[in-house]
């Protein structure tokens, strides 16, 4: 097989039904009759003529909110896609020369973000147990220059959760420092008990959600952020959306929101049954490994380290062969990202099956074809 540049999204977009889609933490297991039928309604009715209310669809809010157990009158933005909020904030927030506590793996998006407002992060690394922060290093880690602390929980691409007790403890040393805090809980319907930094900090944290991955609504691009109303504010005057989001992803974030207590048991219990299935496909190949399990994710990593494969090879050969997309991980982890390929499990079993003849096979090939190691 050839060196050249592949591009895998585009092969991917290309054969987009034939491929299980384990590559971005999307969810396959969400209530699409549900979503169909609101989205449904939503054009019937011609909605997408007219501009959406700018702040959002009123009950879309208090459906936001409440699902995060905030008060009524909290500050709360709509944006297109957690994404959008994430940059809106970080725009606002940092000057340049500022610095955020952030971890090495992450979700480098915010990174390069927080680097286009002339910000840098201080990356700690956790590619080690417990493999995610804690308020020691955190308080370490605390410069002059320090403005922020970047708390993902459960954190891409690792999977790893937060005890209540960090969160607090991460939560106080915000509060006690004078930073502000990024929690971002894009994955916090996965999690066995999700701690909302809020809880503990409510006037240094800007909680940032989505509907993306929990809804299964990813391509609609609907998410935003939540804190105190002063901070939101001061958010809100970089927002690009003027005119408000999309209104189709407002309905059908609204029918998603509205039906959650039907549907979120059974979309975590398939996730569990599918992480579990995962384990054993990867135990049965030798040199691989799951650094953290269970995920408090729908992702997690698959450590390649005593394989003698490249990620980006492995991706290559479940895409091209087997059309199962994992994600290599070098977009995830400056240091770390030769050693990893991220899998998300939100899919239907015959999409983990799939995986399940593709990894191993995929890693026999290369193994076979990597050189031999040259003796110490
Ligand atoms: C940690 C984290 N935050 C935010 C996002 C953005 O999600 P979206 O823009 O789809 O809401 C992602 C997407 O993968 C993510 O992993």
């Known amino acids: 097989m050839s060196d050249a540049p592949f591009d895998a999204f585009r092969f991917a977009h290309e054969h987009w039904d034939e491929i299980a889609w384990l590559s971005q933490n999307t969810n396959h297991l969400g209530p699409s009759r549900i979503v169909q039928e609101a989205l449904a309604e939503a054009v019937r009715a011609r909605h997408y003529e007219g501009y959406p209310f700018a702040p959002g669809a009123p009950e879309l809010r208090d459906l936001v909110l409440k699902d995060l157990g905030f008060p009524a009158d909290a500050g709360l933005q709509i944006s297109a896609g957690g994404t959008e909020a994430l940059y809106m904030l970080i725009r606002a927030l940092l000057a340049p020369g500022d610095e955020v506590v952030a971890s090495d793996p992450s979700y480098l998006i915010i990174h390069r973000f ?35 602390i970047l708390l993902i929980d459960p954190l891409n691409p690792l999977g790893s959760g937060y005890p209540a007790e960090e969160v607090r403890a991460i939560a106080e040393i915000a509060h006690d420092h004078h930073l502000l805090l990024l929690n971002d809980v894009t994955y916090r319907d996965f999690a066995d008990r999700p701690t909302l930094a809020a809880t503990f900090a409510p006037e240094e944290t800007l909680t940032v959600w989505s509907v993306s991955k929990n809804c299964g609504l990813a391509g609609l691009r609907l998410g935003g952020l939540a804190g105190r109303p002063e901070l939101v504010a001061r958010v809100a005057k970089f927002n690009t959306n003027d005119l408000g989001v999309n209104v189709l992803a407002q309905a059908a974030a609204v029918a998603a929101l509205r039906s959650k207590p039907t549907w979120i048991d059974g979309l975590r219990q398939q996730v569990r049954a599918n992480q579990e299935r995962i384990r054993e496909v990867v135990a049965g190949v030798p040199g691989a490994s799951l650094p953290v399990f269970p995920s408090q994710a729908n992702m997690f990593c698959i450590d390649l380290g005593g394989t003698g494969t490249r990620p980006e090879a492995v991706q290559r050969e479940m895409l091209l062969t087997d059309r199962v997309f994992v994600r290599a991980g070098n977009y995830l982890s400056p240091r770390f990202g030769g050693r990893f390929v991220r899998v998300s499990f939100s899919n239907p079993p015959e999409d983990i099956e799939r995986f399940a003849r593709s990894f191993p096979r995929a890693v026999e090939l290369l193994r076979s074809a990597a050189p031999a190691p040259r003796p110490a």
């Open 114 to 148: 927080i680097e286009l407002a002339g910000a840098r992060t201080r990356n700690l690394e956790i590619y080690a147990p417990p493999f995610r922060l804690t308020a020691e290093r955190v308080r370490e880690a605390i410069s002059p220059k320090t403005r922020m």
